[in-house]
């Protein structure tokens, strides 16, 4: 009975070290996580809203953990507050009073976020600016009408002589 007593005991002792060596070569061939709130993978990343998170190795090498960074491609930053593609960042007023200057969190060509400027004048517009309105105006009405400005004028001047 003792023979068999060693014999277990020392069965159980071979046993317990290959399941520990077992253990010790799956983590150190296994690369290492991003585990908190998120699963991930070194390397891979995720966006929500403005922020990108991307599973980083942490610098004891045997951790990963998610860097925080802006999402460059999907919001633009301006005095360190995130802007949406669409969102306005900001909206000047000119010393003029006038003249308004928007500042808006747009896509460029490539989709990616860039900010763009955008100016709009808000106070009505001068007598010189209203006269060259018109002037189009006039001057549609008489392509239309297939005519000249000379045509309306010797028009005019003869129903003045008629009067």
């Not at 991003?34 to 991930?40: A, D, M, Q, S």
């Not at 919001?75 to 200057?101: F, K, P, R, W």
Request: charge should be negative.
């Amino acid at each position: 009975m003792r023979q068999w007593l060693c014999f277990f005991s020392f069965f159980l002792m071979i046993f317990a070290f290959q399941i520990e060596g077992t253990k010790s070569e799956s983590q150190t061939t296994k690369p290492p996580e991003c585990n908190r709130n998120r699963n991930g993978k070194i390397g891979e990343s995720y966006v929500t809203r403005c922020t990108e998170f991307i599973c980083t190795l942490g610098s004891s090498g045997r951790k990963g953990y998610w860097k925080e960074d802006l999402a460059r491609n999907h919001c633009c930053s301006h005095q360190q507050v995130s802007y949406m593609i669409g969102e306005t960042m900001a909206t000047i007023l000119a010393q003029d009073n006038c003249t308004v200057v928007t500042m808006v969190c747009a896509a460029d060509i490539n989709a990616n976020a860039e900010v763009q400027m955008k100016t709009d004048t808000k106070c009505a517009k001068t007598g010189l600016e209203k006269l060259d309105e018109y002037a189009n105006i006039v001057d549609d009405i008489l392509k239309k009408q297939n005519l000249t400005i000379e045509d309306v004028t010797a028009k005019i001047e003869s129903l003045i002589l008629e009067v």
